[in-house]
């Protein structure tokens, strides 16, 4: 693999604790009650406005109701987010050794996430990866945004990689389907947001329990292609 594009939340970095505190502060200007991780982790996965609509739907505040402002209240809760953007976020166990040794191996890295852009970078570089990736793309980047393949064909053209050379690494449905739209092989976390669950609906080409067994993944297939 020449190019491996990886997600974010859920994948490289545990954010659902800030995201989770997000939701309910959000929630909290409408006077609805909070809700636990279990509740907000299957909403992760497809953009902050997905996000923010599920939160309403789950707490039955109609966004078509007439005077209610979704992109006021999309604005209040990309406030919240952006205050504790970093508040318990953490890389997952394996994530930095893994990145050094895949780098250390002159191969290209890619971030592809439904996250706004704004918080890719920040986040990134707080917790000392960020210099690891040759190109980042939020959910805002461009029109399109994962389960389409257009962020992923757009990252294998960024570098003239033909998407046959290129693998997505990710947790969610949408990583696996965005990925083979693209023609790109890709490999599932279980640890993650979407998970089994997910990886039942839409199979990766593999399932690993850690990001620490990549390297080792890609021996494997190295060795098969000799």
Known sequence: MRLIIFDLDGTLVDSLPDLVQA???????YGCPPVGRERVAPWVGRGSRVLLQLALDHHAVDSAAPGFDFERAFARFMVHYGEHL??????YKGVADTLAALSGRGITMAVCTNKPERFVAPLLQALGIGHYFAALLGGDSLAERKPHP??????ARQFGVAPGDCLMVGDSRHDVEAARAAGMAV???SYGYGGDR???IAPPDRVLAAMAELPAWLDHCNARLR
């Not at 939701?23 to 200007?29: G, K, R, T, Y």
């Not at 970093?86 to 890389?91: A, D, F, H, K, Q």
């Not at 257009?150 to 990252?155: D, E, G, K, M």
């Open 23 to 29: 939701v309910n502060a959000a929630m909290a200007d």
């Open 86 to 91: 970093l508040g318990e976020t953490r890389l």
């Open 150 to 155: 257009a962020p992923l064909l757009h990252l």
């Open 187 to 189: 490999v599932g976390l």
């Open 198 to 200: 997910d990886f039942a």
